[in-house]
């Protein structure tokens, strides 16, 4: 560990007291002492009190603009205030019933009316509704396997957890990836109904489609990867599957549970102009409550209709999430917001570009809606192998470097990316930008004084 980054460290320390002691006691209990692995990190994570608008405190009083917002689930920012009302008047009038209300209709008009689905069903997340997707496409095709790319990231079910984050000596061929569990419990028949790709190489894709002829169910992706920073998919790319996927029967699920709200109105299909067959969505539609929602068309969904494929779970459209996913819709992820948000994307991705460059530090900066991310490599990755190239400790000391100067750039890990709410204002991207600036003269020294000499393994 380099001595800058050893610096910030030492302060985070001193500034964070409380949360090193509340993680210490929460380890008793609680497995790394946190109730998902994603918010474990070195040396202990922040423990939060508090959140308004796009700003929070942890329990040491200290103060951040926050651009975690929850992994990217909260483009609403915290507590917005149609979604406090919506979710206020719920407690009052019955959380959840499980029974059919007028409310799923409403929220079901407002997303096949953005997303080109003609039918939706809800869950409370994306793990939920990937693993519908998924389970409705093998229905409708009568095939078991599926194909997702390598660093691709679906949740947690056993079909998802595969080549999430592979080590080098797993990951066997870039042309042919091999199908790497995300863990142990996976069982080897559900690995062997995961073919993997990566992520921008059509030929890749090609290749497995004709290893298994007539056996792939669905290609599930994230339209742009992010879990592995932000990569975009070059030109072409989700055409070429598009017209993959048509001419092998094959339905095509967009993974829209981080770009469904936040890339634009429409989500990734509006934006690319490339139609899926089924589309997954969860995160920030919710508003910060947990909803997820699964469409298709008419045909597909039909399946659950005919009872052919079983879907259910008692918390599906509990009236609280749902008077939130109405709120969210109708009064957050407005045309409105959308430009408010674009502008304060443009002026922090232009900022940090400015910066990146006055710094000499060699980086770059993606940006796609209101998610970006501070890139630490010469050139623009392609995919998740390019990634694990990252100097890890650069990384941190970014990372730990804002915080320590009230910032929440990203959420930890360099797989994420930033998220701008619609509470967000320019002041906070002015401090953003400020405190970036303080920070990127040291990055830049200590990236040319460790040279390319880091072990670039990137993972978990
Ligand atoms: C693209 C994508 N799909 C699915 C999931 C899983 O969602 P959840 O954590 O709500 O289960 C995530 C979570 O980060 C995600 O980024």
Redesign the pocket.
């Known amino acids: 560990m380099h001595d800058a980054l050893q610096k910030e460290i030492a302060t985070y320390e001193k500034w964070t007291p409380k949360s090193a002691a509340a993680h210490k006691r929460a380890l008793q209990r609680i497995p790394l002492g946190v109730a998902s692995n994603y918010r474990h990190y070195e040396p202990y994570p922040i423990f939060v009190k508090d959140g308004k608008a796009g700003r929070i405190h942890d329990v040491d009083g200290n103060e951040y603009v926050d651009h975690n917002l929850c992994?990217g689930a909260l483009m609403a920012g915290h507590c917005h205030p149609a979604v406090v009302k919506a979710v206020e008047q719920k407690l009052h009038e019955g959380t959840t019933f499980g029974m059919p209300h007028e409310q799923e209709w409403e929220l079901a008009e407002e997303i096949c009316a953005r997303y080109p689905i003609d039918m939706v069903r809800f869950g409370s997340?994306?793990?939920?509704v990937?693993m519908h997707a998924v389970r409705i496409a093998r229905a409708a095709t009568g095939r078991d396997k599926i194909l997702k790319f390598e660093g691709s990231?679906?949740?947690?079910h056993d079909a998802a957890l595969v080549s999430v984050k592979p080590k080098a000596e797993d990951w066997g061929d870039a042309d042919a990836p091999n199908s790497v569990p995300g863990g142990g419990g996976i069982p080897k028949a559900s690995l062997a109904n995961v073919v993997v790709a990566s992520f921008n190489n059509l030929a890749s894709v090609d290749r497995r489609f004709r290893e298994n002829p007539v056996q792939i169910a669905a290609i599930i992706l994230?339209p742009i990867l992010?879990?592995v920073g932000l990569c975009m998919p070059q030109p072409g790319f989700l055409q070429g599957l598009r017209d993959i996927c048509t001419k092998n029967g094959t339905l095509l699920i967009f993974?829209e549970?981080?770009t469904g709200a936040k890339l634009g109105w429409g989500g990734a299909s509006e934006f690319f102009g490339v139609k899926p067959d089924m589309i997954?969505l969860?995160?920030s539609i919710g508003g910060g409550l947990p909803l997820?929602a699964f469409g298709a068309s008419r045909a597909v969904m039909d399946l659950i209709s005919q009872h052919k494929v079983f879907h259910g779970g008692t918390y599906n459209t509990n009236r609280v999430a749902m008077a939130a996913g109405l709120a969210t819709f109708r009064e957050v992820l407005t045309r409105e917001s959308y430009a408010h948000v674009g502008t304060l994307s443009k002026k922090l991705t232009e900022g940090y570009r400015a910066i990146v460059k006055k710094s000499g530090l060699r980086a770059y900066v993606a940006s796609a809606g209101v998610n970006g991310a501070l890139m630490l490599y010469p050139e623009e990755i392609r995919n998740y192998r390019d990634w694990t190239k990252i100097d890890v400790d650069l990384w941190r000391h970014y990372w730990f470097g804002m915080v320590n100067r009230g910032v929440l750039a990203q959420p930890y890990w360099w797989d994420e990316q930033w998220t701008i709410s619609v509470q967000h204002t320019e002041a906070d991207i002015d401090k953003h930008l400020a405190v970036f600036e303080e920070v990127a003269p040291a990055l830049s020294k200590a990236q040319r004084e460790r040279g390319l000499a880091f072990v670039g393994a990137a993972g978990h």
Not at 125 to 128: K, L, V
Not at 153 to 156: A, F, M, R, V
């Open positions: 992994f997340s994306g793990t939920e990937t990231y679906h949740g947690l994230e992010m879990n993974d549970v981080k997954c969860a995160k997820g």
